[in-house]
């Protein structure tokens, strides 16, 4: 009798993984969000509220994160 791990395995071998974001974009899509981020930040901190904490705050800091994250694997580091 085989595992079910093993059967998910085996059915896996014709469906090979097709990223949504390409590897040769991650440079972009990374560089991009970056400079969203740093933009948006420097919005929020010129007009603090507490309006603009869900209207440039945290758009800024995911953008900022994420950017991060692509721009580590643009450069080959995966996380």
């Not at 991009?32 to 509220?49: D, K, M, P």
């Not at 991060?68 to 643009?74: D, F, P």
Request: charged share 5%; glycine share 14%.
């Amino acid at each position: 009798m085989e595992s079910p791990l093993h059967q998910v395995w085996e059915s896996a071998v014709g469906n090979p993984f097709v990223p949504t974001v390409g590897k040769g974009s991650h440079f972009f899509l990374g560089f991009t969000l970056l400079t969203i981020g740093l933009l948006l930040s420097g919005l929020f901190g010129l007009n603090r509220s507490i309006a603009n904490i869900g209207a440039l705050g945290i758009p800024a800091s995911l953008a900022i994160a994420f950017g991060a994250v692509y721009m580590i694997c643009a450069v080959g580091v995966y996380v």
